[in-house]
């Protein structure tokens, strides 16, 4: 079966022209100037007007993900299927290791919980709860199964938190076998501290979220990560980072020459103190960590400035939907939190709304070029997980992922039009510049005319190459 998107701009990290795409399977064949070819096809799409953008790569979601006495309430199929309708096209989820079980278990158990589940195609990290020899060996199992990235937690002691010498130790093994090592970069320490400070104060709600872990226990723990990983030879992606003085430390890294690398995500951008001081305890729907930062400090537009100018190279979603409300085999997630601010699960969901959000805040913001745009939430993030050029990018030999986006439609974000499984959107009521008009994926059309086609098991396993982005 052969398509051919006709007089759209295609559009990538590289540039844009008018052009014709012809798609042979799942295949891009060919690009070329339109009318210049002589090229047929069984199906013709004109895109004229249109952008023609490489699906979008989210490299950080969880679905299902186990936390605070319950589980995030999309999963693989729901959550998978809403970032199609979002236009995007490939994911990459964490699988967890139990204290105490092999890594592999962990690993498995997501291979299981996804196959033949997915509406697109995905890959995994894997979040290393546990450092200890076998875990080490297994970092090289992992890596021979595609699984090319390990994320490590300064946060959360006693869950998920890695004390400095089991993250050096997996960041010795990361320089040795080729894994980049991803890290939550928080102070969990001191953060326990202030936190239990607070609920002894009764201040309970959920902005002393936020006001628990203040930008130094961020950038602290940025730094200790890139001295460690300096150290140890390996490159360093921070996660979710919200402060600016911790995405300085990275600028800092990045200007001697060290495989440093950023990711900030569309609630950083967006919201502020004032969300989660919304009153009733509304507020608990923007709990995430990082926690969102006040405005007034500036750090939205320093986190914009540094995506303009590369000292942060990604943005993703670090999508982990809690309902607020009854979810019917969940129940009320976020409220396990009221009257205690640190038993809110904490996350924000996002996959279904990141690419029309920043191409907003981005593109018809103007703070960013279109060809920016599908840098920082496709073409990047593929090369640093691995999975460029057939991800993040329309070339000939590419996976045919397309997304075509009518640039002069407006569209509102809202949980009554959404298609994640949870009860509110984070940015309700917001309209923004852009519709999303048909999404392929490997030349299989899942969304048109405001339908999905798809079906679960569209979605394959990536199997992922090492770090493409490394200095
Ligand atoms: O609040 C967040 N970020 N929840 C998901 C788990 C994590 O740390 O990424
Ligand atoms: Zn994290
Ligand atoms: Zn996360």
Known sequence: MKTLIENGIVVTHAGRMTADVLIDGETVVGIAASGSHGWTADRVIDAAGRFVFPGGVDVHTHMELPFGG?????????????????GTTTIVDFAVQTIGEPMMAGYEAWREKSDGRCAIDYGFHMIVSDVNEQSLKEMDILMGEGVTSFKLFMAYPGVLYSDDGQIFMAMQKAAENGGTIMMHAENGIVIDVLRDQAIKRGETDPIYHAITRPPITESEATHRAIAYAELAGCPLYVV?????????????ARDRGLNVFGETCPQYLYLDWDNLREPGFEGAKYVCSTPVRSREDGHQDALWMALATNDLQVISTDHCPFCMNDHPTLGTQKR??????????????????????????????????LERFVEVCSATPAKMFGMYPKKGTIAVGSDADIVIWNPDVETMMSVDVNHMDVD????EGKTVKGKIEMVMSRGRVLIENDTYHGSPGDGSFIARDTNQYLI
């Open 70 to 86: 319950t589980f995030a309430s999309d999963d693989f199929e729901s959550g998978t299927r809403a970032a199609a309708w979002g």
């Open 240 to 252: 979710h980072m919200s402060a600016d003085e911790a995405v300085a430390e990275v600028a800092l």
């Open 336 to 369: 396990l939190g009221e009257g205690d601010f640190t038993k809110i699960p904490n996350g924000i969901p996002g996959v279904e709304e990141r690419m029309r959000l920043i191409y907003d805040g981005a593109v018809s913001d103007g703070r960013m070029s």
């Open 424 to 427: 509110y959107s984070a940015y």
